[in-house]
């Protein structure tokens, strides 16, 4: 994919058609991602002791067994050190389960009534996320969701979601108008994006995938929302004083600060530090797009990346690392590094190709990207990627919710 140095920044403009950055889908097999590492260790479990009845009881069993083995900690095997045995059964119109869970030395068990099949699969992520902390004593993705962007042409685009195994999806916008950039609220629940809704580009916030509220609509480019990890502020691109900058808003009273001033340059993709104090940005200033890293107290910045062409689309876990868009050899990969340490703890995740827009999970293990029209889940400790929806659509821009 061919861009501009200012390009990248304005990719909300491919969408509205005033850029030519249009990507085909491909009509080939998708991609193939090959392991980079050894993969992780995994526990062996077997459901074999799980009699699921009914087509509740089954559905719960297959959501169970994929979201296991997507948490990449387990194995469903016939046999296993860890043994799930009980029943779950239809009940009415949702399902009735009484499990028990045991491994070397401990067991835990489960019970619990789900009316409706959105519950039924509730039910099961919550018993894989609870497999996930006691045994593996990690964090679980399975009750987490995935907002992302399908694009149906360069004018019509709008916002869906999705639980972390690809199912469930729901389209949430139906404006058929230009939207991008997508990003989750910390309370899991609310999702900023930049929209052509009124005819020029304007940030809203969506509460609770209902009500939708225009958070900055000032004269030229909003764009580039991401909130605070205690909620109270927002990093946000403006460019109402003319040059498309970096600033930050206060959401109880609107009240603005500016943290660059670039005549020369432009920004994009804010992403707040785990402690909130700094922001990892890209910008053009060198010219060509890289990472950079503000002080929000001092509005100091300062530049963190140096190799590849373009670096772009930064996300920050709360574990430490950043994970970005890099392009080395013209193509397009996925890395990760420490950013107190800088690039030479960076880690290529990805082979060269057409990755974009990762985002992490709220494992600090996993991350969600786009490529090629469509949406794949990389493991940063090895295990092999996993194409998240097989259904046709332009899908992109992707976003992990923290919980």
């Not at 990507?23 to 074999?48: D, F, M, Y």
């Not at 039910?123 to 009750?143: F, H, P, S, W, Y």
């Not at 989750?184 to 929209?195: E, L, M």
Request: aromatic letters at 8%.
């Amino acid at each position: 994919m061919q861009r501009t140095v200012l390009g990248f920044f304005l990719v909300f403009c491919v969408l509205a058609g005033t850029c030519l950055d249009v990507r085909a889908q491909s009509a080939g097999a998708p991609p193939l991602i090959s392991v980079v590492k050894k993969g992780a260790e995994k526990n062996t479990v077997s459901l074999a002791g799980l009699k699921a009845s009914g087509v509740n009881g089954q559905l719960f069993l297959r959501t169970l067994t994929r979201n296991l083995e997507l948490s990449g900690w387990f194995k469903v095997a016939p046999s296993g050190a860890v043994q799930v045995q009980g029943a779950v059964a239809d009940a009415g119109a949702g399902v009735q389960s009484n499990c028990r869970v045991t491994w070397p030395g401990k067991a835990f068990n489960w019970g619990k009534v789900s009316m409706g099949q959105a519950e039924v699969r509730r039910q099961a992520q919550q018993l894989a996320d609870e497999m996930v902390r006691l045994i593996a004593g990690e964090t679980g993705i399975a009750q987490s969701r995935i907002v992302f962007v399908n694009r149906r042409g360069k004018n019509n685009a709008d916002l869906y979601v999705c639980d972390a195994d690809g199912q469930g999806i729901m389209q949430i916008t139906h404006d058929k108008v230009a939207a991008v950039g997508p990003r989750w609220a910390p309370n899991g629940s609310d999702i900023y994006y930049t929209s052509f809704l009124n005819g020029y580009p304007a940030i809203f916030r969506m509460v609770a995938g209902t009500e939708r509220k225009a958070l900055a609509a000032f004269k030229g480019l909003n764009t580039g929302a991401a909130v605070s990890p205690d909620g109270s502020r927002v990093a946000l691109i403006l460019s109402y004083e003319g040059n498309p900058e970096l600033y930050v808003m206060t959401l109880a009273n609107g009240q603005l600060a500016r943290l660059t001033r670039t005549p020369h340059g432009s920004e994009a993709s804010p992403c707040w530090s785990p402690d909130g104090r700094s922001i990892v940005y890209v910008s053009d200033i060198a010219r060509s797009p890289q990472l950079y890293l503000v002080d929000v107290a001092t509005k100091q910045s300062r530049r963190l990346t140096y190799k590849g062409s373009e670096n772009v689309n930064p996300d920050w876990h709360k574990k430490g690392l950043i994970v970005y868009t890099t392009r080395r050899g013209g193509q397009y990969q996925i890395a990760t590094f420490e950013p107190r340490t800088g690039e030479g703890s960076c880690e290529l995740i990805t082979p060269p190709g057409d990755y974009e827009h990762p985002s992490w999970a709220p494992n600090g293990r996993h991350v969600i990207c786009s490529s090629r029209s469509t949406l794949y889940i990389l493991d940063t400790l090895g295990d092999p990627a996993v194409r998240l929806i097989n259904i046709p659509g332009n899908w992109m821009s992707p976003d992990w919710s923290d919980r």
